[in-house]
């Protein structure tokens, strides 16, 4: 099946600056990267998607690019505010439905 | 979000007792999944389901086992709980892609 590795496992970043979280997949045919925030006791949410046919995508402050010759895919998040605080899922699907998930990576911005 | 609820939100059971956990949804959709959150290991699928009738394993079905009552219920029952089934488990339903957890059920077992 599919294996997700995320790094860092943590993050601590100045509040201001901008925080990088990487993934690598095993299987090439993976062809959904969404990422998931999970702020402290919440339930995980979306923030962003990128598929296969689109090498990055943005919305706002946070950026997802993907490199499917590597099978790397990272989330940016520029300007990093005290409300990006969270713990950060990044998952891989063939299907859309089956996701398999990295083990996360607590972001904790300093004020 | 009150659209994926789940019941109960906290539960602490003995070793060996049967175990249910209930999610409901709002939503409409059809698809639905169980996942448990471990430190470390993030999110790891149990069951999914499409409708009443297509019930799948996922990565960690052993010990687990799911009913699909309806297209807006979806629970999960431990046979006989042990202690490292204790965790964090979610509940989430999509139409498509984007998936929606519910506020998660705690589970302990002693």
């Known amino acids: 099946g599919e294996n997700v590795e995320q790094h860092p496992s943590t993050l601590s970043v100045q509040e201001g600056d901008s925080a990088v979280i990487k993934c690598t997949y095993s299987d090439s045919a993976s062809n959904y990267f969404p990422w998931y925030k999970q702020e402290l006791g919440k339930r995980p949410q979306l923030i962003i998607d990128?598929?296969?046919?689109?090498g990055e995508k943005k919305d706002q402050r946070i950026a997802v690019t993907l490199n499917k010759t590597a099978k790397h895919f990272s989330l940016h998040i520029t300007e990093t505010q005290p409300e990006d605080s969270a713990v950060y899922f990044c998952a891989a699907s063939i299907n859309d439905y089956k996701l398999s998930f990295g083990a996360g990576t607590t972001v904790t911005v300093r004020a | 979000d009150a659209d994926v609820t789940q019941t109960p939100r906290n539960r602490i059971t003995k070793t060996g007792k049967r175990i249910m956990l209930e999610c409901s949804q709002t939503?409409?959709?059809?698809?639905m999944y169980w996942y448990r959150q471990d430190p470390g290991l993030g999110l790891r699928l149990i069951y999914y389901s499409f409708d009443v009738k297509d019930i799948n394993k996922g990565e960690i079905s052993d010990g687990y086992s799911v009913s699909r009552q309806a297209q807006a219920k979806f629970s999960l029952s431990l046979e006989s709980a042990i202690p490292n089934q204790t965790a964090l488990y979610f509940c989430?339903?999509?139409?498509?892609?984007?998936?929606?957890f519910g506020p998660g059920t705690r589970l302990t077992v002693t």
């Open positions: 939503k409409g959709h059809d698809r």
């Open positions: 990128i598929r296969s046919n689109v």
């Open positions: 989430a339903t999509s139409d498509y892609s984007i998936q929606y």
